[in-house]
C-alpha cells in the first residue's frame, strides 16, 4: 500500500502527512462545474462513494491502495483515508514531498451511533491537523442526495507548522450516515486560500455521499 504524506495549504500529506500539515493542491478547482463541462467524478471505496468535480476543475482520483493521511512528529500516521480524491496535485514547487489543496475520502465503517462516530472521527481530525486537541467545530443534521440522514461537523483549524505554501487556516467537513456494516463517514479537508474549493462544491461532494 503506497502511503502519500499530503502538504495542504494548511495541513496533509499525500502518502506520508506530516504532523498537522497536510498539503491542499488545486487549480482552480473551487469554482463549480458548468453546464459545458464534464460530469462529476464517482469515487467508489470499500463501504461507500462519493462524487467530486472533474479532472478539468483540478481533482484526480487516486488508486485505492494510496493513502493520504496526517502523521505524528514521529511520523506514524495518525488519520487517513485510502483512494482519495485529491484537489491540484502538486500545485507547490517548492515542497519536498507531495501538496496538494484539499482531498476528501472515506472512512469506516465504524460502529456506534451516527452522532458517536462523527464526533469522534471530527476530534480525530482536528487534533491531526491542529497538531493538538481542539474542540472547536458545528455539528448539524444533513440530508443527503438519496434522501439518507446524515450528520455533518465542520471546523476552521489552524494548522499545525509545516513547510511551504501551508495555509494560515483549514476547513474539515465530516458528514456520517449508517450503513449496513457502521457508520461511514465522508472527510474533506481543504485550505482557505484564494484557489481553494468553495464551500458550494464542498457542500455537493458532501452531500453526494452514500453507502454501500
Same mark, same amino acid.
Given at each position: 500500500?503506497?502511503?502519500?504524506?499530503? &502538504?495542504?495549504? @494548511? %495541513?496533509?500529506?499525500?502518502?506520508? &502527512?506530516?504532523?498537522?500539515?497536510?498539503?491542499?493542491?488545486?487549480?482552480?478547482?473551487?469554482? #463549480?462545474?458548468?453546464?459545458?463541462?464534464?460530469?462529476?467524478?464517482?469515487?467508489? +471505496?470499500?463501504?461507500?462513494?462519493?462524487?467530486?468535480?472533474?479532472?478539468?476543475?483540478?481533482?484526480?482520483?487516486?488508486?485505492?491502495?494510496?493513502? @493520504? !493521511? !496526517?502523521?505524528?512528529?514521529?511520523?506514524?500516521?495518525?488519520?487517513?483515508?485510502?483512494?482519495?480524491?485529491?484537489?491540484?496535485?502538486? !500545485?507547490?514547487?517548492?515542497?519536498?514531498?507531495?501538496?496538494?489543496?484539499?482531498?476528501? +475520502?472515506?472512512?469506516?465503517?465504524?460502529?456506534?451511533?451516527?452522532?458517536?462516530?462523527?464526533?469522534?472521527?471530527?476530534?480525530?481530525?482536528?487534533?491531526?491537523?491542529?497538531?493538538?486537541?481542539?474542540?472547536?467545530?458545528?455539528?448539524?443534521?444533513?440530508?443527503?442526495?438519496?434522501?439518507?440522514?446524515?450528520?455533518?461537523?465542520?471546523?476552521?483549524?489552524?494548522?499545525?507548522? *509545516?513547510?511551504?505554501?501551508?495555509?494560515?487556516? %483549514? #476547513?474539515?467537513?465530516?458528514?456520517?450516515?449508517? *450503513?449496513?456494516?457502521?457508520?461511514?463517514?465522508?472527510?474533506?479537508?481543504?485550505?482557505?486560500?484564494?484557489?481553494?474549493?468553495?464551500?458550494?462544491?464542498?457542500?455537493?461532494?458532501?452531500?453526494?455521499?452514500?453507502?454501500?
Amino acid at each position: 500500500m503506497h502511503r502519500f504524506a499530503t &502538504l495542504l495549504g @494548511v %495541513v496533509a500529506t499525500l502518502v506520508t &502527512l506530516a504532523c498537522g500539515g497536510a498539503v491542499l493542491a488545486g487549480a482552480d478547482s473551487g469554482r #463549480a462545474p458548468s453546464a459545458a463541462e464534464p460530469p462529476w467524478q464517482v469515487v467508489v +471505496g470499500p463501504a461507500g462513494s462519493f462524487e467530486v468535480p472533474p479532472e478539468s476543475a483540478g481533482w484526480t482520483v487516486r488508486e485505492p491502495d494510496q493513502v @493520504v !493521511y !496526517y502523521a505524528d512528529r514521529h511520523g506514524d500516521p495518525m488519520v487517513g483515508v485510502a483512494g482519495p480524491a485529491v484537489l491540484d496535485d502538486g !500545485y507547490c514547487a517548492q515542497a519536498s514531498g507531495a501538496s496538494n489543496r484539499g482531498f476528501a +475520502g472515506l472512512t469506516g465503517p465504524h460502529p456506534g451511533t451516527l452522532r458517536q462516530v462523527n464526533l469522534r472521527e471530527a476530534r480525530r481530525w482536528r487534533t491531526s491537523v491542529a497538531g493538538h486537541p481542539t474542540t472547536d467545530g458545528r455539528t448539524t443534521r444533513l440530508v443527503l442526495l438519496d434522501g439518507s440522514a446524515g450528520l455533518r461537523t465542520s471546523a476552521l483549524v489552524r494548522p499545525a507548522p *509545516g513547510g511551504p505554501c501551508q495555509p494560515e487556516r %483549514v #476547513a474539515l467537513d465530516l458528514v456520517s450516515v449508517a *450503513g449496513h456494516a457502521g457508520v461511514v463517514t465522508l472527510v474533506v479537508v481543504r485550505d482557505l486560500g484564494p484557489e481553494a474549493a468553495t464551500t458550494s462544491v464542498v457542500d455537493r461532494i458532501l452531500r453526494s455521499l452514500e453507502t454501500r
